[in-house]
Nanobody, 122 residues
Framework: QVQLVESGGGLVQAGGSLRLSCAASGRTFRSYAMAWFRQAPGKEREFVAA????????NYADSVKGRFTISRDNAKNMVYLQMNSLKPEDTAVYYCAADLVGGEEKYKYDYWGQGTQVTVSS
């Protein structure tokens, strides 16, 4: 079992930055691939970024490449999403997710956090 708690969301102006954090419980955290998804009002939940258990491989949605960076600290059971050059279209609830295999498909993820709101004003 893995429990996830996100933090770090808030209101920021376009062009600004935020860093989201995801605290995970469970001794097997380092075995899990981790990802961030987001969901805007009236839209499907979409993939943002993922990182393998070792942290050696990451992948990103095209819409955030070059602006967002996912990272993890297995010693602290933490995953981060550094978001730079934020745009109004990045406004959404951001969710942390965990899975033994991972990938970009949300249905593959067994564990989810409660989400944290990110609002980018123009």
């Amino acid at each position: 079992q893995v429990q996830l708690v996100e933090s770090g969301g808030g209101l920021v102006q376009a062009g600004g930055s935020l860093r989201l954090s995801c605290a995970a419980s469970g001794r097997t955290f380092r075995s899990y691939a981790m990802a961030w998804f987001r969901q805007a009002p009236g839209k499907e939940r979409e993939f943002v970024a993922a990182i393998r258990w070792s942290g050696g491989r990451t992948n990103y949605a095209d819409s955030v490449k070059g602006r967002f960076t996912i990272s993890r600290d297995n010693a602290k059971n933490m995953v981060y999403l550094q978001m730079n050059s934020l745009k109004p279209e990045d406004t959404a609830v951001y969710y942390c997710a965990a899975d033994l295999v991972g990938g970009e498909e949300k249905y593959k993820y067994d564990y989810w956090g409660q989400g944290t709101q990110v609002t980018v004003s123009s």
